[in-house]
């Protein structure tokens, strides 16, 4: 430990008048975590989509069957050219790339360097987890999973599995935190900085859409 | 704004030179994040509850922070990021510009943070050839305007789109009109540049895990996202008092801070940042750099009645509720943090003599009380500070001129007779009936125009019994 630390440390020390190494109490409780609608998961789904579209998403349910004609949709819809997408074995076997190829959307591979990222139009990832209370996707981060993708493009699409759910913010962080990076993202990027008019895509992407895919036949 | 703390804040010098436009537009924002707030409070069956697990939190954390300040930089060294301490805003400023210079940074962009803010970060760069950009849209306004922020959430609510417009005409160059989404799309194009050509990225943090060693930034705008992904070179500045003892405490935490904000139920975005990339594919910096400030923190911990001020989470609740603030505005309490929070935390920070004015900055209604999620009783601290403010320094006693002591006698005289007061009640209404409008008063003649120069004053209602008896007209009074 550097020497200033352990001023700083001591200092602290001899305010609060304690020994070095003096044993700490276990910290106070914290509240139990919410419980999901265990009975009925379309619940939980409603929940998700009625926050996301709250928050000004684009929150709905797509079958894998309808996933190319959505996304044909969505191509015509927010006007992308260019695209990237993150290489997990779900978006592979749902041909995302392939399918946006076959629009006409050019493909950037999602560890491009941060200017050809910016140059996108859309981002597409899968989430980590979802928290329906707040409308709320968690996306972690991977060689796969570059963090930029979900950030540089001027729309960002998430794809939800509803394996992904959890009622809570204490199973996510419980989950989550062994890993370096974590990333809660509710809404599209806003501001109301200018007299108070909110607005959308400041920084981040201008428009969010989720998909909860539906795995039932 | 020049990088030093004041020596001496003259804050009812500066409070009677407010200007009429300061308080009509804190009061809209004011008035809009108490609104959603409600709504968000209301929605939750536990919240008072969330509140006390938050303040026993918060003080268990502040009690053994010597502990928690060891793990935290255990964490974080461990997860390869670099712990620098510093005793003071020079070190911190130093510490700082050493990393900036090590990396070769000529331009850094910068997530709205109240640590940097009160270190003078800003002023030290610019002094050392390095171009500091804010990127939160209100802070790269008044950064632009070169003024200081006016509300802890909305820094430029002071100002028209017109004059931001105007702003972004003569300083950006480019042709701005006055529309919120046209100047934001603006200010997105030309920060993305910066974003894009940064070499480091300085951000605060809402909180730091002793547990993990990770960094929480909290965003709606996706600046601090930006900030502490895009630049090769991260750097956090951050107090001392930011520490949570592990990811549970969180739980608790997150739930009341954006609520108490902005009304939202999360921000958009958090950040959870455990050291810096792993592996060049996933993106983020490749170095990590936290500086710990004490700068006077730790000698606020000495002091066991004033030590529950370092629990505050930065929400800003109080200064929408607060009364005093809400008349003058943030610029009055003359350092980086103003409002309820900011009388009690400004003078242990400067010292009671160069923030003696600040404890008085108060009505003492206890309203912040009321809704502050970390329960700070900042009313008893603002006492505690006065009395110790009067044992040691001279006090500038609090003087009201001519004509509020006057009207205020009168006041006390008509209150305290009753026939005076019936009398009134009777020829209140009469008198002001040509002013009168929807139940408001927009014009007054001088004096009283002091008033309505800064907000509508409501016109009189009727006597309270003649109300009351209208009132429970046809209930049955227990």
Redesign the interface.
Known sequence: MSAKGGAVIDSVRRALRREAGAPVPARPEILPARAAAEAEAEVEVDLLLKEVTALAGVAQRVSQAEVGASLRRLVEQEDVRRATCWNTPRLRALDIEGQLRACGVEMVPPRADKHALAQCDLGVTEADFALPETGTLGLLSSPEKPRGVSLLPRVHLALVSRSALRADLHQVFTEAKAHPYLILISGPSRTSDIELTVTLGVHGPRALHLWVLDDRR | MSGEAPKYIEFGAYSRHVPPTIPVAVQ??TG?FLGTRAARVAEME?WE??RQ?AS??RL??L?????Y??RL?QQVTA?GGR?????DAA?ARAHVLGIARGCGARTVVKVKSMATEEIGLNHAFEQAGIQPFE????EY?IQLAGTGPSHII????HL??EE?AALFREKLGVDAPAD??A???I??AA??ER??AAKMGVSGANFL?A??G?LVVVT????G??CT??PEVHVAVVG?DKVV????????L??LLARSA?G????????????P????????PKELHLV?L?NGR??I??DEVARETLKCIRCGCCLNVCPVYKNVGGFAYGWFISGPIGAIFTPQMLGTRAGRELPYASTLCGACVDVCPVKIPITKILLHLRRRIAQGDRVAPPSAPLATRVAARLARWSLATGWLYRLGARVTPILEAPLARDGWIRWLPAPLNRWTQVRPMPAFRGGFRAWWAAHTKGRSTP
């Open positions: 809209q924002a809009r536990n509850a969330l697990a026993d939190l268990h954390t009690a053994h922070l010597d502990v300040l060891e930089e997860a712990v620098y301490w510093a005793r070190e990127t939160d849209l209100g306004i909305v820094p430029a609510v028209k789109k931001i919120p989404v100047l934001t799309a200010a997105r920060l993305r974003f894009l895990v547990e993990t990770t709606n705008e996706g600046n996202r930006m992904t895009v001392i003892p592990d990811w549970e405490s969180l739980t608790v997150l739930k902005t939202q139920k999360l921000s958009t975005y958090t950040s959870f940042i455990t050291g990339r792993r592996s060049d594919g996933e993106g983020g710990l004490d730790s000698r911990l000495a």
